[in-house]
Structures are given as structure tokens and as C-alpha cells.
Nanobody
Framework: QVQFVESGGGLVQPGGSLRLSCVASGSISSIGAMGWSRQAPGKQRERVATITDAFGTTNYLDSVKGRFTISRDNAKNTLYLEMNSLKPEDTAVYYC????????????WGQGTQVTISS
């Protein structure tokens, strides 16, 4: 099994930046593609960004393209989400997640980290 611990959230003014981190532990060698999703109060969870394990191919939610960058450091077992030009609509709890590279099954998500964009 794999566990995730997210950090880096906080309160930031519109236009500001944050860098989220997600440290994985457990059966690290089985981790395949990883990603970040978010859920705002009263809204459905949405996938923000994903990154593959083999080639580091990335995909982004249209509303964050050009502002967010997902990356992973496999040596540190850490997934990152660099967020710039933040907007109030980016306010949400952000979660990291991953799938097993052999079975495609999803691991349990972490507890999330709160991001609040407000002046």
C-alpha cells in the first residue's frame, strides 16, 4: 500500500503563488501516474493535473493551464504542484493521488491541503 501526505497550502492573495508537495511512503516502486485534484465547498471534485511515471507527460485542467505546473521527484518520492497567478476560484482542498503502475488501481488519497485565495 502507499500513503500520501500533502502540504504547502495556505491563505494567499489573488495573483500570488503557492507550491504544494505530496510525499509518498510505502510501496513506492509500484507507483505509476500521479496527479492532483481539488474540491471546493459545494462543488464536485475535479482533476487539476496529472503526470505519468515513464516519460513525465503532463495534462492540465483547462482553467489552470499556463498557471500551474505539476512535477515529480522520484528520488524524493515527492509530487509537486507549482501554482502561480492564483485566483479566488482556485480555493479548494487539494489532494494528491496515484495509481499502481502494474494494475492501474488507485491508491487511497491523502488528507488534502487547504488552499484559500482571498484578499
Amino acid at each position: 500500500q502507499v500513503q500520501f501526505v500533502e502540504s504547502g497550502g495556505g491563505l494567499v492573495q489573488p495573483g500570488g503563488s503557492l507550491r504544494l508537495s505530496c510525499v509518498a511512503s510505502g510501496s513506492i516502486s509500484s507507483i505509476g501516474a500521479m496527479g492532483w485534484s481539488r474540491q471546493a465547498p459545494g462543488k464536485q471534485r475535479e482533476r487539476v493535473a496529472t503526470i505519468t511515471d515513464a516519460f513525465g507527460t503532463t495534462n492540465y485542467l483547462d482553467s489552470v493551464k499556463g498557471r500551474f505546473t505539476i512535477s515529480r521527484d522520484n528520488a524524493k518520492n515527492t509530487l509537486y504542484l507549482e501554482m502561480n497567478s492564483l485566483k479566488p476560484e482556485d480555493t479548494a482542498v487539494y489532494y494528491c493521488h496515484a495509481v499502481n503502475r502494474y494494475t492501474g488501481s488507485s491508491y487511497n488519497w491523502g488528507q488534502g491541503t487547504q488552499v484559500t485565495i482571498s484578499s
